[in-house]
């Protein structure tokens, strides 16, 4: 479902608004049936989708903006975003996209002038619950939509790079900080913890050493409960231990004993 | 010993030449004597050392302008460097400071209100072996010198915090990245690479634990040859072996079965 977000926020935003030279662009994922999906939103009038983003406000942290991109589209305020990487080459756009985007907007010359200016853009990764998300558009120029991150639609700029190294940088990632809090629902069964790192890693992993090395961390906790999903399959369900996986997030999982190198 | 650098630079910017709004500050690091050290420059008039820092040109890509800001320093080129955040916090600066800084260098009004306006920074910290180096003014107003992480000098802005964040970035990585190959000289003891991981992690780690895990990674390889250092001491020297350490580079150390989680 999508609706209309009464944000105050504007498509066509005024120059002495927002600092120039710098942008944020948020690669929102969740996990949806066994396979990571991304937000993305389009101008209808466009034919390229793009990440959620916008420019950085005259008194906002960057932080802040990319928080404040990621509330006008999804309702949630405060969501895990975490920066992965500045896009700073000089030529990241092919202009006839931006030209298009001025178009379809109905810049004025001079916003179109800023526009066209150069911009890094900072890429920030987010991590959400699939099913705690309504889709929100702030106008209705535009349309938003989940896409798995394995069949995306055709992308504005260098959006496409800018999706694949946040996943490069999480699957880096998945050796020392533990994952999954923000994406499971607080109850999941320890298949579901398994298929959200296969679906990060684009592998299989063996289901016996995976359960064995997950539980010797020790952030995730077995419940006595477990789930009915067949009339032989009741798989016990499993718990974060948040004071740990705090823990693991702020130190990095090679402080575990014989679980990494140190 | 401290040269003169003739790179063109001058240390004082005309706006037209670089971006608003984003400056690359970069922290260097090398070992020495078993302690970590940066790299921190001056203006002889001013009380505060500050990084290596500086604007990014209209026509430069900002890890582009990250290596010039490192190379004016250091006379090297293509050094090894990461972004580890942007710090872009609206209130990074003492105003002060800055004042000062305009004051220091004699800037014009044009150029002083530019220079005041706000600026985000991207963080970049480079690894250098510390032989290798030669320091460079590039204008006799200016100092420059290596400070032990653990003794600072009186800092600027936010730079104390920059450093901190570096080493902390650093740290996390340890567990799943190689370090070693840019700080240490070609051939080195096990002792040397043990005390440099004790170095950023700030406590000892146990000597046959290290050697063992170290090894068992496969990116260190055992020579035959010793170093004398003593009467009765000549350890062996060891090499990294880079096409291993470049794909642990890549892929991250958790990938070598049965040194981390996955």
Not at 129 to 147: A, G, K, P, T
Request: proline share 4%; glycine share 6%.
């Amino acid at each position: 479902m999508t609706r209309l977000f009464n944000s105050g926020e504007s498509l066509r935003p005024t120059k002495d608004e927002y600092l120039d030279s710098i942008s944020v662009d948020c690669v929102v994922l969740s996990f949806n049936e066994g396979v990571l999906q991304v937000l993305l939103n389009k101008l209808k009038k466009s034919s390229k989708w793009m990440l959620p983003g916008g420019f950085v406000r005259m008194d906002e942290n960057v932080d802040a903006a990319a928080q404040r991109v990621i509330q006008v589209r999804t309702g949630l305020s405060d969501v895990f975003i975490k920066q992965f990487h500045l896009f700073g080459e000089c030529n990241r756009f092919d202009q006839e996209d931006n030209k298009n985007i001025i178009d379809s907007l109905g810049m004025t010359d001079e916003m179109a002038k800023w526009y066209l200016r150069r911009f890094v853009t900072m890429g920030y990764y987010a991590l959400v619950e699939y099913s705690q998300i309504d889709l929100f558009v702030h106008s209705d120029e535009e349309e938003i939509d989940w896409f798995p991150l394995n069949k995306l639609p055709y992308l504005y700029g260098d959006h496409r790079d800018i999706i694949d190294i946040a996943n490069n940088s999480i699957r880096m990632q998945l050796g020392y900080l533990p994952i999954g809090y923000q994406m499971l629902p607080e109850k999941f069964t320890m298949p579901e913890l398994r298929m959200l790192y296969e679906a990060f890693l684009g592998k299989e992993l063996d289901r016996r050493n995976f359960q064995r090395k997950i539980l010797s961390v020790g952030y995730v906790k077995k419940l006595k409960e477990k789930r009915k999903v067949g009339p032989h399959k009741s798989p016990f369900l499993y718990v974060f231990d948040k004071t740990k996986y705090q823990d693991i997030e702020k130190n990095g999982m090679y402080l575990i004993p014989d679980t990494a190198i140190l």
